[in-house]
């Protein structure tokens, strides 16, 4: 089974906007896009990069948020009709939010991207209602979808999963649909330290020491595959917890400019079905010199599923 995974598009649509929508948080933010990040963003390269995808034919798709800029419904319906047109399918892709689709209260209370992008967000479990944390059930794959979107003040991105998200991750790692198969856990915060603790303290995931004893509770010594994005740059790591369980960040989506680990990249990953676990994985990015993209990275996979004692 091959599953792709990209982060961070960021998509900007301010079409049409009256002023009065940049008040507060998104003053900045608008100030910040228009002088710095607006440049680099580009949507040709996010296009290339979905093109791209569709043309390695992968089994799956995964998007770890941050599909909007400033998180107006507009930015979200854009992103979602480019969707539609590289043929991307409610069922073919798996999707949750990130720190900037949630840029504001109004956005995150009302969650506004389960309104707009919900098809992408439901579950094969409990009902199929859209909702985290959600699971797809894909081949081998156990994809769980959670949701660390929060409101924060301005100049702070900080996420949260919360207590009852983190319980419900606990059963969901139990129940045995997810234990026959490989768990995938889609999150946009990595459950990772920053390189840098004044970073981490501005961006850094606040429960990630209960979210990682949730893992090691629920997923009972079995290996997993955690995909993340929000950093804005690749990064490869391995937790024991006391399985393995390999964590995958990936740069922006639509991203131009940087060193290779920042340019616009997105992981394509190989899996076995029997035993489930990685085969291989790809790394495929945006060259801006040629205009294409192409294999950055390949590493062969280690991790495997392993029998655990039924509870």
């Known amino acids: 089974m091959l599953l792709a995974h990209i982060s961070d598009p960021h998509v900007i649509d301010w079409h049409g906007l009256p002023l009065k929508c940049f008040r507060g948080k998104r003053f900045s933010g608008w100030l910040n896009f228009k002088l710095n990040r607006g440049r680099r963003l580009r949507r040709d390269v996010l296009e290339r990069i979905l ?4 043309a390695q034919s992968p089994d799956h798709v995964t998007v770890t948020g941050d599909v909007s800029s400033l998180g107006f419904r507009q930015e979200m319906q854009t992103f979602g009709r480019l969707l539609d047109t590289h043929g991307f399918r409610g069922d073919d892709l798996s999707l949750v939010p990130g720190n900037h689709d949630a840029y504001t209260p109004d956005a995150w209370r009302g969650d506004r991207l389960l309104s707009e992008l919900g098809r ?5 479990l409990h009902g199929g209602m859209p909702g ?3 699971v797809r059930l894909r081949g081998p794959l156990a994809l769980v979808g959670l949701d660390s979107a929060v409101a924060r003040p301005g100049f702070t ?3 949260q999963l919360g207590h ?5 991750l606990v059963d969901v790692l139990r129940c045995s649909e997810v234990r026959s198969r490989f768990p995938v856990v889609l999150v946009h915060h990595p459950p990772l330290a920053y390189p840098r603790w004044l970073k981490e303290v501005q961006a850094g995931l606040f429960d990630r020491a209960s979210f990682l004893r949730a893992m090691e509770s629920g ?3 079995r290996p997993a595959l955690v995909l993340s994005g929000h950093w804005h740059f690749r990064h490869r790591s391995v937790l024991d917890l006391p399985g393995p369980v390999e964590v995958l960040t990936i740069s922006s989506a639509s991203f ?3 060193g290779e680990r920042r340019q616009a990249a997105y992981h394509l990953i ?3 079905e029997t035993p489930p676990g990685i085969r291989g994985v790809e790394v495929r990015g945006y060259d801006p010199a040629r205009g294409q993209v192409v294999t950055l990275a390949k590493w062969s996979g280690r991790l495997s599923a392993v029998s655990a004692p039924a509870r």
């Open 164 to 168: 009852a998200q983190i319980r419900r």
């Open 219 to 221: 997923l009972e010594g």
């Open 51 to 54: 093109e791209d995808i569709r």
């Open 270 to 272: 190989r899996f076995r």
């Open 120 to 124: 992408f967000c439901t579950s094969d």
């Open 132 to 134: 985290f944390p959600f």
């Open 256 to 258: 131009r400019g940087g």
């Open 157 to 159: 991105a900080n996420g």
